[in-house]
């Protein structure tokens, strides 16, 4: 079968660094993508990543290992605003996109 | 731009009831997908298509049906309403620009209830 697999709930303090792992099995793989969305509110695209390495946009920042199956968006400097969640995708190919369950982040003060 | 619009917003069905909800993009994307998104169960894709006059079955298409007449229309119906198609229901259209620029754009969802 085809499975992504990534944290249920991170909890993080207002300027913090935060993590979010994803790690997939699909039967083909084009490239993985990393979506917000708050609460009530539709997905907004953070990145995508179809090569190996690490792509920076701003404090958001997607990693991608494709030996691995495994990638990673990290957010640096939290903001109140961040809270939200985040759901990482996979595009294996034939136009079609497999989504993760989501990872629901929640910024302290 | 407008961008992917949904309609309608909200509705509430009876069971056996029929429905079409309505995604427009003016985006000239030739890619167009119909999501379902419950509680704890992420994105999971309905019917999508890959241009104008062409759908394609997702991961979860029984109990739907699509249509894409138009390039910036893609028609999701349910012929027969059942409760357990209560669900956020999102559209979005697909950007390519290249094999490291995809993007997908969502509409601001349709939820719906069926009772």
């Known amino acids: 079968g085809q499975s992504l697999e990534q944290p249920s709930e991170v909890t993080a303090v207002e300027g913090a660094i935060v993590q979010i792992n994803c790690t997939y099995q699909t039967s083909g793989f084009y490239g993985l993508s990393w979506y917000q969305q708050h609460d009530g509110g539709a997905p907004t695209f953070l990145s995508y990543?179809?090569?190996?390495g690490l792509e920076e946009t701003g404090r958001f920042s997607s990693f991608l290992s494709r030996s691995d199956s495994y990638g990673y968006l990290l957010l640096q400097e939290l903001q109140m605003k961040d809270s939200a969640s985040y759901f990482c995708?996979?595009?294996?190919?034939?136009?079609?996109?497999?989504f993760g369950t989501g990872t629901r982040l929640k910024v302290l003060a | 731009n407008a961008g992917v619009t949904q309609t309608p917003k909200f509705r509430v069905l009876k069971t056996g009831q029929s429905m079409t909800l309505l995604c427009a993009q003016d985006m000239n994307h030739e890619y167009m997908y119909w999501y379902r998104q419950d509680p704890g169960m992420g994105l999971r894709l309905i019917h999508y298509?890959?241009?104008?006059?062409?759908?394609a079955k997702g991961e979860v298409p029984d109990g739907y049906n699509v249509s894409r007449l138009k390039k910036q229309n893609f028609l999701l119906g349910l012929e027969s309403a059942a409760p357990s198609q209560t669900s956020v229901y999102f559209c979005?259209?697909?950007?390519?620009?290249?094999?490291?620029?995809?993007?997908?754009?969502f509409g601001p969802g349709t939820r719906l209830l069926v009772l």
């Open positions: 979005a259209s697909r950007s390519y620009l290249g094999q490291n620029q995809e993007t997908q754009y």
């Open positions: 298509s890959v241009g104008e006059g062409t759908t």
């Open positions: 990543n179809a090569l190996d």
């Open positions: 995708a996979v595009h294996p190919g034939t136009y079609k996109y497999i």
